[in-house]
């Protein structure tokens, strides 16, 4: 199910699943949940003027605020699972795949990155909107070095 509606005073798109946690997922920096913008700014040093956003989602249930989300800019992707953070430049990767379980693999030199937690996989349209940012921004960055 997917619904927009009203979080924190801002839209986002939200889907969904029966017995999973409902994600939210936005194209427009203003529309980051605060709790999550704030989890953000305190984990990493993205300056947001200088790098435009691409896509952005996360859980959005009280309980996990601020401890799972994925944030792909122009120049990289980022993925916190609590307490793990993750950080890929899109100049150094040399795959980008799907697992068997839904998941978006991130592949660099000695480095391979899920960016989902398996036990908190986004329903398929969610995940299928996620790699479909990330691989177009991959190709067209690769297309430019090679």
Known sequence: MRLRRRVEGMMVETYKTFL???????????EIPV????????KVAVDFSGERLLAACGIDRFASRG???VVVTEDRVL????????QNF?????GVERAY???IMLQSPGNKSNLFSAMLMPKKELADRM???IQARWLAVRGRSG
Do not use: C, M
């Open 101 to 103: 379980t839904g998941d």
């Open 131 to 133: 790699f479909l940012v």
């Open 79 to 86: 993925s916190f699972k609590s307490p793990s953070l993750q």
């Open 67 to 69: 401890n799972f989300w």
């Open 20 to 30: 999973g946690p409902a994600y939210f997922f936005t194209t427009d920096l203003s």
């Open 90 to 94: 899109f100049s150094d990767l040399t």
């Open 35 to 42: 709790h999550t913008r704030k989890a953000i700014e305190t």
